[in-house]
């Protein structure tokens, strides 16, 4: 990194190295225990709502075609 701030955090993304694996749980303790770390977010810290944010509003098709 260029640029250097006092206090300047940096993220850290973690991704499983088992494509398509089923995580049932996930232990911070040992990451949160690991000195500089301030902290540790899981799936559990992402906001939900009730339709995906990538997901394009849904259109109603035309019930009968225009005629002119």
Do not use: N
């Not at 973690?14 to 996930?26: E, G, K, N, Q, T």
């Not at 770390?37 to 259109?59: F, G, L």
Request: aromatic share 2%; charged share 25%.
């Amino acid at each position: 990194m260029d640029t250097r701030r006092e206090g300047m955090l940096h993220l850290k993304v973690l991704h499983s190295p088992h494509a398509h694996a089923r995580i049932v749980s996930i232990d911070k303790t040992a990451a949160l225990a690991v000195p500089g770390v301030h902290r540790v977010y899981t799936w559990e810290d992402v906001r939900r709502t009730a339709r995906p944010a990538a997901s394009p509003p849904t259109r109603r098709a035309s019930a009968s075609p225009s005629t002119g």
